[in-house]
């Protein structure tokens, strides 16, 4: 062949929520952007459950919402603690989220991240498919630029940003994070897509036109280990998934998708799902490990962003528009070193920052301790959570005892399983690790 | 020089399409169009008279506008260039009438340089030489140029592109002919010219698993039983 390899500004890896919003704002400002995705297409390997927030969506693309293809605005928020045959539910719903600009949106990505493919294609930079990028190029410390799967694949830009998802190859192989995530930094997530039609989605969770429920559930729902369930209502299909940490996994030897079927034959659950047509399966991973498992963020002539930098607020299930904005933060950083045509280690950590002024790191700082707690208090997703439902049940049920009675019942039940010092320092400590 | 031209396809992913089972329609919302698998052969056939003969490839294409990706996708394999035919005109055309306007796309392209073969998936100087694999044999026929070929996936899949070549078709934007650029009688195409009309579309019931039935080892036994199922039927006279 008689091309040359092109040189471009800069090089993003990875067509995520991440890499997609900095190539983005970096070609709407005329610079040659390249994008190398693996997959088929954008979104083609994205997993996510997912919520979509409106509010650092329009951050990249102002007014999105009325041109992509989303499924539903979200009006009601639930939250389930779940034990093996009770559910205590805590819903939330406000007339502000049914009126437009919206809150937030379910969306599948694979819709969405092909429109906003579409977007990125249409501000000017280039999107190239089916390509995998198996390792950085390096000059002494430098990134140069990266090496692809491809016959004659080496491709040299100023600067790289690597938005290639929780296991960044690339932060790995230049040596900005440790090589594997540890298991306990991990979630391993699974979700499916379940079919029905939209009557009985409107019917089933009591919502009309294009709105839509969110709901997470604990405990049970992942059979007491650390990690969420969550069912969301699309248009004409539900996204129903759960995951928990890796660790926990292993030494309990279960599956994923064990996981999932437990979760999906509960009987709060079930009944929501009945009728339903498996479309598709999927697994991916979560970073969990927050602000302690974040790697170095820049270096000579690479930023990391997004999943790959381990931005994940996992209490408030945050992931991809902080992926969005991190990529944001980073084409701000690109360009300003761009003016001073100086893309060193000290120039792009500007990028850094940037980060650490925003609410991601004050996010990310707030829960640091959390992952850690939880981990070792797996009473909160065992203990409390049935103390709490039998709580109810008994002063639910009428049976000729008084309810001061069975309040004192509940209290010395509780008393006897587990020393009142021991719960104090629990709610203590769980405060603590959130507040 | 030798000009070739493959005709290619955009379909849905056909592992991913479904039909409603109440409205009897394909399912194609949310599914990705890929290049129609049984065209890929065609694309390499194309390739290898590059490599051997140094042919002049061109890709021609029907179908809606984001067809042009199908196109850029295919030029990555190393062809000269792609037309995408699109017009309304086009909407709704059935074999008959795509073939009329693949074939009118085929005489505008020889326009600029005569074509000397027309490669299609599933379905070579100036007399070629091929060889058809038949069953159990091979059969070499000659023929005159032009001519049209059919390859099948024995052929191959066309090779892995480079990625000069992949960034080179992304950036090609890809010319757009119409009716009239084509030449072709309106009412040849599309709705109007095409005979077959689509009533229905359902998917085919579920066959019912057949029969099995067990019988070791003694052939009389198992022969017997074959003739009784076969009266039963009334295949065979009892
Ligand atoms: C089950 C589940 C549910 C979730 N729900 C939510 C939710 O409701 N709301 C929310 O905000 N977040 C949610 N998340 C998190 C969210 O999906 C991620 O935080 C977000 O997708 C991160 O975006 P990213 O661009 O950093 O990475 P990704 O979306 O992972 O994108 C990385 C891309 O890089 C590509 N890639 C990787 N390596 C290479 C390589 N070597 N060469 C070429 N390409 C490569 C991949 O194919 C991929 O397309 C969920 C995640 C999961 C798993």
């Known amino acids: 062949m008689t091309d040359k390899p092109e040189r471009f500004d800069v090089i993003v890896v990875g067509a995520g929520p991440a890499g997609m919003s900095a190539a983005y704002l970096l070609a709407k400002e005329g610079l040659n952007v390249v994008v190398i995705e693996r997959g088929d297409f954008p979104g083609s390997k994205n997993v996510m459950g997912g919520v979509l927030y409106r509010h650092p969506t329009e951050e990249i693309i102002p007014g999105f919402w009325r041109e992509a293809p989303l499924e539903r605005h979200v009006v009601e928020t639930q939250t389930w603690v779940l034990t093996e045959k009770a559910a205590f539910k805590a819903a939330h719903r406000h007339e502000a989220f049914a009126q437009e600009p919206y809150n937030s949106f379910t969306v599948l990505r694979a819709r969405f991240d092909k429109w906003m493919g579409q977007q990125v294609r249409a501000a000017g930079a280039l999107i190239v498919p089916e390509t995998v990028v198996e390792e950085p190029i390096m000059q002494g410390d430098k990134v140069v630029g990266v090496r692809t799967g491809r016959p004659d694949g080496d491709l040299y830009a100023d600067v790289v940003i690597a938005a290639d998802g929780v296991n960044s190859l690339l932060a790995q192989k230049v040596g900005l994070r440790e090589k594997e995530i540890p298991t306990n930094e991990a979630a391993l997530a699974v979700k499916e897509v379940i079919a029905l039609p939209r009557e009985v989605i409107e019917d089933r969770f009591q919502i009309t036109g294009d709105q839509g429920v969110t709901i997470e559930m604990y405990a049970e729902a992942t059979w007491g280990m650390v990690g969420t369930g969550f069912i969301y209502t699309n248009k004409d299909s539900l996204s129903v998934g759960c995951g928990a940490l890796i660790s926990q996994l292993v030494e309990r030897g279960v599956t994923p998708n064990d996981l999932l079927e437990h979760m999906k034959s509960h009987p709060v659950v079930a009944p929501l799902l009945e009728g339903g047509e498996t479309r598709e399966y999927l697994a991916h991973l979560i970073p969990e490990g927050g602000l302690y498992g974040m790697p170095k963020l820049s270096t000579h002539g690479m930023l990391v962003v997004g999943d790959a930098a381990m931005l994940v607020n996992s209490m408030h299930r945050e992931g991809s528009n902080l992926a969005m904005l991190s990529g944001k933060m980073a084409a701000q950083a690109v360009l300003r070193a761009k003016e001073w045509n100086d893309f060193s280690a000290e120039s792009l950590a500007y990028y850094d920052q940037l980060l650490r002024d925003s609410f991601i790191y004050k996010d990310l700082y707030k829960y640091r301790n959390m992952a850690r707690f939880f981990e070792t208090h797996p009473e909160f997703f065992g203990f409390y959570p049935e103390l709490l439902n039998e709580a109810c049940r008994e002063m639910l049920t009428v049976d000729g005892v008084s309810k001061r009675s069975k309040q004192r019942k509940i209290f010395w039940d509780a008393l006897r399983r587990r020393m009142p010092w021991r719960m104090a320092l629990d709610f203590y400590g769980a405060w603590r690790s959130i507040a | ?238």
């Open chain 2, 1 to 238: 020089m030798l000009h070739v031209v493959v005709c290619i396809k955009q379909v849905p992913d056909t592992t991913q399409v479904r039909i409603d089972p109440e409205t009897n329609t394909l399912v194609r919302e949310g599914i990705p169009a890929i290049i129609n698998p049984f065209d890929m052969p065609a694309i390499e056939a194309g390739m290898q008279l590059k490599d051997r003969y140094g042919a002049t490839v061109s890709l021609l294409c029907m179908g809606p506008p984001q067809a042009s990706e199908a196109l850029q996708k295919a030029l990555s394999y190393g062809a000269d260039r792609g037309v995408l035919l699109s017009d309304r005109a086009l909407i709704g055309s059935d074999t008959l009438a795509t073939s009329k306007a693949l074939a009118c796309g085929v005489e505008a392209l020889g326009k600029e340089m005569p074509v000397d073969l027309v490669i299609c998936g599933k379905l070579e100087k100036r007399r070629i030489r091929v060889r058809r694999v038949l069953e159990g044999a091979e059969e070499v026929l000659d023929a005159p140029l032009p001519a049209l070929l059919t390859v099948l996936k024995e052929l191959g899949e066309p090779r892995y592109a480079s990625l000069p070549a992949v960034i080179r078709g992304l950036r090609t934007s890809i010319p757009v002919w119409g009716v009239k650029e084509i030449e072709v009688n309106t009412d040849e195409v599309g709705l109007a010219g095409s005979p077959t009309q689509v009533r229905r579309i359902f998917a085919p019931p579920q066959r019912e698993p057949g029969e099995v039935v067990s019988a070791d080892g003694e052939a009389e036994k198992i022969a017997n039983l074959i003739l009784d199922r076969l009266i039963e039927a009334g295949f065979v006279e009892g």
